[in-house]
């Protein structure tokens, strides 16, 4: 199935890694080119390094950004108009969460989450718009997670802010529609990537990984009976991007194998 996405260019926010690295891969494979960012330049490096195994030199752009840094992101922004002659997507993948109960929870800890989950998203959605304007519409696919409408006790600020952001979502899809930018979000469970693996290795440093995983979806009762890949995840949005996803706006797509139970 043609996705009509060849010759567009996609801008991945937190592209270095997991759900943002992989779809910059299935970006590659559909003909788009991709620019991503991060903070860590060794991450960023072996990213790029194997996104250029896959693709020719002109297809791919790296920058180092911080995405709470409203300088930092305009200049990535900036520098991806410039090297490809435009923008048509927009993915706000970076991030990470902070878990904690309430009374755990510093002002320091609040304050990183409302900027990552929120003002980042913020930046990076005023920066690209004028690209977007230029193309005549565009997409945004912001990644958000089940707990913005099931919250979770020991997350309470990272599901506080996903909250936040879906409400946002909701408001720029109706307000970036007239500028024939459509805007979704895909909402996640729990998916292999270097963000649990980072949990695995501190919690259980000598369990055999598949174990881990399955003892996870068995103790947070994932209906499919596992946690999901960073390609499903990757597949769902680089479909909302698509020619195909034309008239989805608004929505969000749930990629959690049916944990949960809200409507
Ligand atoms: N995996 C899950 O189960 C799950 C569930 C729900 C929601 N999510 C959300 O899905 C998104 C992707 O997560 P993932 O699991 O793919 O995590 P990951 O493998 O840890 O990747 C996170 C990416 O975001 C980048 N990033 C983090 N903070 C950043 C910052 N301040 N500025 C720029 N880049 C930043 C990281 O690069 P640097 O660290 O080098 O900056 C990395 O490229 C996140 O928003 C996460 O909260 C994931």
Same mark, same amino acid.
């Given at each position: 199935m043609d996705l009509g996405l060849r010759g567009k260019v996609a801008v991945i926010m937190? &592209?270095? @890694?997991g759900v943002g690295l992989k779809t910059a891969e299935v970006f590659l494979k559909e003909g788009a080119k991709v620019a991503i960012c991060g903070r860590n330049e060794n991450r960023m490096k072996s990213a790029q390094d194997h996104l250029l195994s896959l693709a020719k030199k002109e297809s791919v752009f790296s920058k180092a950004c911080d995405v709470t840094l409203k300088s930092d992101v305009e200049a990535f922004i900036t520098s991806t108009a410039e090297t490809f002659g435009g923008i048509d997507i927009l993915v706000n993948a970076a991030g990470q969460s902070v878990m904690g109960y309430f009374f755990d929870i510093t002002d320091k800890q609040w304050e990183e989450q409302i900027q990552l989950k929120y003002f980042a998203i913020i930046y990076a959605i005023r920066a690209v718009h004028p690209y977007l304007v230029k193309r005549g519409g565009g997409r945004i696919i912001n990644i958000n997670a089940t707990l913005a409408k099931e919250p979770e006790r020991h997350m309470v600020a990272t599901a506080a802010t996903r909250a936040g952001l879906l409400n946002l979502s909701k408001t720029l899809s109706q307000e970036l529609a007239l500028d024939n930018i459509l805007v979704n979000s895909v909402s996640l469970g729990l998916i292999r990537t270097d963000q649990w693996e980072r949990r695995r290795l501190k919690s @259980?440093?000598?369990?055999d990984p598949e174990d881990y995983y399955k003892d996870l979806a068995k103790k947070r009762n994932i209906p499919l009976g596992r946690v999901g890949e960073a390609e499903e995840v990757a597949s769902v949005i680089v479909f909302l991007a698509s020619?195909? !996803? @034309?008239?989805? !706006? &608004?929505s969000t797509i749930e990629t959690a194998g049916a944990i949960g139970k809200a409507l």
């Open positions: 937190g &592209g270095t @890694s @259980s440093p000598d369990m020619e195909k !996803a @034309s008239y989805v !706006a &608004g």
